[in-house]
């Protein structure tokens, strides 16, 4: 009880107000802040300690703490560097704390840059496309459990168009089964399903990242959608722009930071996500 109101403390040492909210309705929560401690107004000193102060508590209690922080490639250098130090620290004291975080390729550079140590410290699994078989399953699983059955074909089909990405395996598989008439789902009605997929994720899942661009960095994802699918030069992307590379490299950065392409090695770009080169190509023109 002791460490779990120190770390109550620290919290109101950490933020100007704790405020809880229950059903719509807010509650101030007046607490003593624990003065002296993560209260510097610098993060990399004041997050570490108030990690600690959550990990003692959750110690005393003998309740271990899983701290889930999805988008992670939005975090300054600074501030992945004050998250990095708190785990270092939890790690080092053998405090019941574990983070788990997800979030786009550039959190590997990020995780580098903050700090030397990172890539020791925390374990940088790959989840991209799913493999056939779990892909297979995402789509014959559900549907069968209902009593409908994909035919092979139609999961052929399925598997090729989206590229094994989960997102769009489930938004096929949903406007294949509208439209299917019976217990069995069929090629025919996976590529009489493909307008309206492609017209929902048009409205919604592409237009919300292509609406989050400047013009500028509008023209040069349309520039990279032009040749396709996969990985390529950020030279030639430049060329086609006829303009230098280094006069687009801020351009390209800006669009990295806000998780719409990717660097999978040195000088080379990719979009983040399967079909979006596509959508480009229907929602602008190379001018």
């Given at each position: 009880?002791q ?6 403390r ?8 704790v405020?809880v909210?229950?059903n719509?309705?807010?509650y101030g929560?007046s607490?003593s802040p ?5 209260d510097?107004g ?6 570490p300690?108030?990690?600690?102060a ?15 922080i999805?988008?992670l490639?939005?975090?300054s250098t ?16 053998s405090?019941?704390v574990?983070?788990v975080g997800a979030?786009?390729p550039?959190?590997l550079?990020?995780?580098g840059?903050s ?9 940088f ?6 493999d056939?078989k779990?892909a297979?399953d995402?789509?014959?699983n559900p ?19 989206t590229?094994r990405?989960?997102y769009f ?7 294949a089964?509208?439209?299917a008439?019976?217990q069995?789902?069929?090629a ?5 399903a ?5 017209s929902?994720?048009d ?5 919300v ?5 400047t013009?500028?960095e509008k023209?040069?994802?349309r520039?990279?959608?032009n ?5 390529h030069r ?8 006829k303009?230098?590379t ?6 390209r ?15 080379d770009t990719a979009f983040?996500?399967p ?9 602008m023109d190379l001018g």
């Amino acid at each position: 009880m002791q460490a779990g109101r120190r770390g109550l403390r620290v919290l109101r040492s950490f933020i100007s107000s704790v405020k809880v909210s229950v059903n719509d309705v807010e509650y101030g929560l007046s607490i003593s802040p624990e003065l002296g401690t993560a209260d510097s107004g610098d993060l990399e000193a004041d997050l570490p300690e108030l990690m600690m102060a959550l990990g003692e508590a959750a110690k005393a209690a003998k309740r271990p703490v899983a701290i889930l922080i999805d988008e992670l490639q939005y975090l300054s250098t600074s501030e992945f560097s004050a998250l990095i130090m708190s785990i270092h620290k939890l790690n080092q004291a053998s405090l019941p704390v574990i983070m788990v975080g997800a979030g786009l390729p550039q959190i590997l550079g990020l995780a580098g840059t903050s700090k030397s140590y990172a890539e020791r410290l925390v374990k940088f699994p790959t989840i991209g496309a799913l493999d056939e078989k779990d892909a297979v399953d995402a789509i014959v699983n559900p549907a069968k459990r209902e009593g409908v059955g994909f035919e092979s074909a139609a999961v052929r089909q399925i598997l090729s168009v989206t590229e094994r990405y989960p997102y769009f395996l489930q938004q096929w598989s949903h406007e294949a089964w509208n439209i299917a008439d019976g217990q069995s789902i069929k090629a025919k009605d996976v590529l009489e399903a493909h307008n309206n997929a492609i017209s929902v994720l048009d409205e919604s899942f592409f237009k919300v990242r292509f609406d989050r661009c400047t013009p500028s960095e509008k023209k040069y994802m349309r520039a990279l959608a032009n040749f396709g699918s996969g990985s390529h030069r950020s030279g030639d992307v430049a060329f086609l722009l006829k303009v230098k590379t280094a006069s687009v490299a801020p351009t390209r950065s800006k669009l990295i930071k806000k998780g719409m392409i990717y660097s999978p090695s040195h000088g080379d770009t990719a979009f983040t996500v399967p079909l979006f080169d596509q959508y480009m190509k229907r929602a602008m023109d190379l001018g």
